[in-house]
Nanobody, 117 residues
């Protein structure tokens, strides 16, 4: 059974930092592209950052220079370091695993990030 479990969300003041983690099991982590998405109330779920099996990363423009995605294949875990957080970063953050060749996609349950003073 494939599992993705996010942790690290919470309430932080503007300008602060959080580190999200997504621990996985039940699939071959190293061959999957891992990504973080977010969904604010009343909005669609959007891609924030992704890292492929070769550790190549990409980011949505609004988080470039502030967020860093990384992966640890030995721990089957993906991280999202979020710095200089802004109120507009407030959302539920979801971990995603995708393997294009086999058309496989898995989602975590989400973790709430709230940026507010």
């Amino acid at each position: 059974q494939e599992q993705l479990v996010e942790s690290g969300g919470g309430l932080v003041q503007p300008g602060g930092s959080l580190r999200l983690s997504c621990a996985t099991s039940g699939f071959t982590f190293s061959i999957f592209t891992m990504a973080w998405y977010r969904q604010a109330p009343g909005k669609q779920r959007d891609l924030v950052a992704a890292i492929n099996s070769g550790a190549i990363t990409n980011y949505t423009d609004s988080v470039k220079g502030r967020f860093t995605i990384s992966r640890d294949n030995a721990k089957k875990t993906v991280y999202l370091q979020m710095d200089s957080l802004k109120p507009e970063d407030t959302a539920v953050y979801y971990c995603n695993a995708h393997q294009e060749y086999w058309s496989l996609t898995y989602w975590g349950q989400g973790t709430q990030v709230t940026v507010s003073s």
